[in-house]
């Protein structure tokens, strides 16, 4: 793989390659502007936080503003105790009164600073629970939007409601920051002035990789090989690996890479790259280190009654302490414009551009005994899609009001875009005239209308984390609670029995949000502490084929507020046994009165003798449509696939 470009330069240490910026101080610029431009961002943030603490959020400013000059204080609050013991000792007469007044101050000042550190361990996570919640509650309201599941949208959400809170506190943070260097310096220009002399340069020793942008990757084929190989000796492979007896061939592969390799090293980048300087630049960085020393030594010996060893003390601790807070301050600046970038995402969470516009006209239009289809020469590509050919193309088709279709054709052949483009979950390439329902382009109804008539039994869906009475219940929110409908979904979805199973029934939560985790706990089955581990790890699971009951019955739940006007069923049953997949799909040709309904399946057996219409797809095109006896006497492409399932029970 080659990074290197006229932009970035890259690096090689040991299996790692480190891709850099060459103009480094042009990355400096945009970080300085991208904070400037999110300025109004931040302002935002603050008076959001203000609006939902008010109280909490000063307390927290002022908390950050004295942990800002806290350390510039209790020095200079030192400095003066240690000045008047020091000119007591060289004039032999203590004043004591000095002394105890000084002591008294420092002594206020550090139980103040411990009243405050005490109040912002209080303050802390109750104002991080506040914006979290809040910024949850606005990221929830983004991610609920139906196209929120394409690309673009998946990429705004890498965002949670944490970074938010993050974003205030780095804020924060480099406000403090800014407020210790600048107290910092001034407590050096004032000891400088006290002594009379210039002040003295802060020197910084050179870069480490974490205060650049950068990239690290490897394509060291023996370190990759060893990976793989450590890979392979996992539990996950365990089964396989026993099974072919790889284990003898997994450490030799192992040894031969290893010793290929050699001693190239494979310590972090970071690491290798700090390592890297030669030995005079470490002999210059200790030197600079002492520099403050000399300066020190140097002023004493030019003003020796300007300078004390308290005033010596001072300027040296200050000096390493302003050294190192501008080391950070410099450092949170590149910190700041992932800060930026994710808080303009989280503001911007609810602002994604509708790919799929609203329509404005009720459906359904009139009473129906369900929704009907035109597709003209429609044709669709996936958003982003890498592929060179459509997913569809040229597609004709028409669906009658109340129809039983079956959609067959081999992987990949287009079945699911088709049903995709049906439920509107994507509009077609080819324009919106290439697709209307009961008459009309399907784009001009109302979205919220169409999901309502719409009903989807996919293998893609899942069970949400809520008790698996309310996963069935979730079908027709309105009767929630409603535990009679809920039974009676559950027994046309074939889940009653595995309902039934379960000690807490309906109430069951499959992966219940109990975090729970050990520490230190003894290996013994019979500790209590691992007793309790081993109660708390109980996971209830369901099989496969229980699950995609559990979810069937959710659709048949649907089917009760008497909207539903098209059933959509992509292969649901993967996981069923044949008794189960039999009495699904009769349950649900029994609830047609009213819809119409699509099944996609590999196994359309016992379903082609009952469909009104089938649909053949090949490539991402129809092929043939009719019903079974036709397609079977046109000997063609259906017949193909039709008798090769016949002949596996002949
Ligand atoms: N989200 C997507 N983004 C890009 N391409 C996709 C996406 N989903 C499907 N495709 C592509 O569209 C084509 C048709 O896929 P589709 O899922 O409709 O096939 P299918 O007939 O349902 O297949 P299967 O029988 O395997 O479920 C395939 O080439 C597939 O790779």
Redesign the pocket.
């Known amino acids: 793989m080659k990074t290197e470009t006229p932009e970035t330069r890259t690096v090689e240490l040991g299996v790692w390659k480190v891709v850099l910026l060459n103009d480094v101080h042009r990355d400096y610029r945009k970080n300085w502007n991208n904070i400037l431009l999110a300025l109004p961002l931040f302002r935002r943030l603050a008076i959001d936080i203000y609006t939902l603490e008010p109280m909490l959020s000063i307390l927290f400013v002022l908390e950050k503003f004295w942990s800002g000059i806290e350390s510039a204080v209790l020095l200079y609050l030192s400095s003066r105790l240690l000045r008047i013991i020091e000119v007591g000792l060289v004039s032999g007469t203590v004043n004591s009164g000095a002394i105890l007044s000084a002591v008294a101050i420092r002594l206020c000042c550090s139980a103040l600073a411990a009243l405050l550190s005490w109040a912002s361990d209080g303050i802390h996570p109750i104002l991080r629970t506040r914006v979290m919640t809040h910024f949850q509650l606005h990221l929830m309201q983004g991610k609920s939007l139906p196209e929120s599941s394409t690309t673009e949208a998946k990429s705004k959400f890498d965002v949670s409601a944490r970074h938010a809170w993050t974003a205030f506190e780095d804020v924060a943070d480099f406000l403090q920051q800014i407020v210790t260097t600048g107290s910092e310096l001034a407590l050096i220009v004032q000891s400088c002035r006290a002594a009379e002399s210039p002040l003295f340069a802060v020197l910084f020793s050179g870069r480490s990789l974490w205060d650049q942008a950068h990239v690290v990757y490897t394509d060291n084929k023996y370190f990759q090989r060893m990976k793989s190989l450590v890979q392979m000796a996992t539990d996950g492979y365990r089964s396989e690996v026993l099974g072919c007896d790889l284990v003898g061939y997994i450490i030799t592969e192992y040894q031969k890479a290893m010793s290929s390799l050699g001693t190239t090293s494979d310590d972090w980048a970071e690491q290798q790259y700090s390592r890297r300087t030669d030995p005079l630049m470490r002999i210059s960085e200790a030197i600079m280190g002492d520099v403050p020393m000399v300066y020190y030594a140097v002023a004493a010996i030019m003003k020796p009654s300007k300078f004390s060893i308290s005033s010596i003390a001072i300027l040296h601790q200050s000096s390493g302490s302003l050294e190192w807070s501008m080391r950070c301050l410099f450092r949170n600046v590149s910190k700041f414009r992932k800060r930026c970038e994710r808080l303009r995402m989280i503001y911007e969470a609810d602002k994604i551009n509708n790919k799929l516009i609203d329509g404005c006209l009720s459906y359904p239009p009139e009473k129906s005994q369900g929704m009907s289809f035109e597709l003209r020469d429609l044709s669709f590509s ?1 958003p982003g ?1 890498q ?1 060179t050919k459509p ?1 569809l193309s040229n597609i004709n088709l028409s669906i009658k009001a109340g129809q039983l279709v079956v959609i067959v ?10 049903i995709k483009l049906l439920a509107r979950l994507y509009d077609p390439t080819s324009g919106p005239d290439s697709l209307t329902a009961d008459g009309l382009p399907i784009s001009k109804y109302r979205m919220s209308e169409l999901r309502e008539a719409t009903a989807m039994l996919t293998q893609e869906h899942s069970l949400f984390p809520v008790p698996l009475g309310e996963n069935i219940g979730l079908g027709f929110v309105k009767h929630v609670e409603d535990m009679e409908m809920i039974d009676r979904a559950a027994e046309l979805g074939g889940a009653t029995h595995c309902l039934a199973k379960l000690t807490e029934g309906k109430d069951t939560i499959l992966s219940a949000m109990n975090e729970a985790y050990g520490h230190d706990v003894p290996e013994s089955e019979a500790h209590p502490l691992q007793v309790e581990m081993e109660k708390l790890r109980k996971n209830i699971t369901l099989s496969g084929g229980e699950k995609q009951r559990i979810v069937a019955s959710r659709t048949f739940m649907r089917f009760e507020s008497g909207k539903v006007k098209f059933v959509v069923v992509d ?1 649901p049953s993967s996981a069923l046994d044949p008794e189960g997949e039999a009495s699904l799909f009769n349950n649900l040709i029994d609830a047609r009165e009213g819809k119409t309904m699509i099944f ?1 399946t ?1 196994r359309f057996g016992h379903l082609a003798k009952r469909a009104d219409l089938i649909v053949c ?1 090949k490539d ?1 095109s129809i092929v043939e449509t009719g019903n079974h006896k036709e397609l079977v006497e046109m000997n063609g492409e259906y017949a193909k696939l039709y008798n090769i399932q016949a002949s596996a029970f002949v």
Do not use: P
Request: glycine residues 22%; hydrophobic residues 25%.
């Open positions: 996936y899609s592929s997913a054709g081999a992987n990949g052949s287009g079945k699911s875009t088709v292969e996609v590999h797809m991402g």
